[in-house]
């Protein structure tokens, strides 16, 4: 696992729920608060599971496997990195 890749999709994965929030009045992820840490855990396991990952079947097999490989390598860092 190359750390980089994985560290850069954790940050991305970060900036774009963090964008997200601040459109709808929500507060910011910190990677530095262990509770934020556990509700983006819990927010990656929602996104890996099979109705939100393939959006109710709406998405291609690729863009399917695209968005799990992501989601994978943000869990991978968040994990083995130390982060959750």
Do not use: C
Request: aromatic share 6%; glycine share 8%; hydrophobic share 35%.
């Amino acid at each position: 696992m190359d750390g980089g890749i994985t560290m850069k999709a954790l940050q991305n994965y970060v900036k774009q729920a963090n964008d997200w929030n601040a459109i709808f009045n929500r507060g910011q992820y910190d990677l530095a608060n262990e509770g934020d840490r556990q509700r983006l855990a819990r927010r990656i396991d929602n996104e890996l599971s099979p109705e939100n990952l393939t959006m109710d079947g709406e998405l291609s097999r690729a863009e399917v496997n695209r968005r799990y490989n992501n989601l994978i390598r943000v869990a991978e860092h968040s994990i083995l990195g130390g982060v959750i």
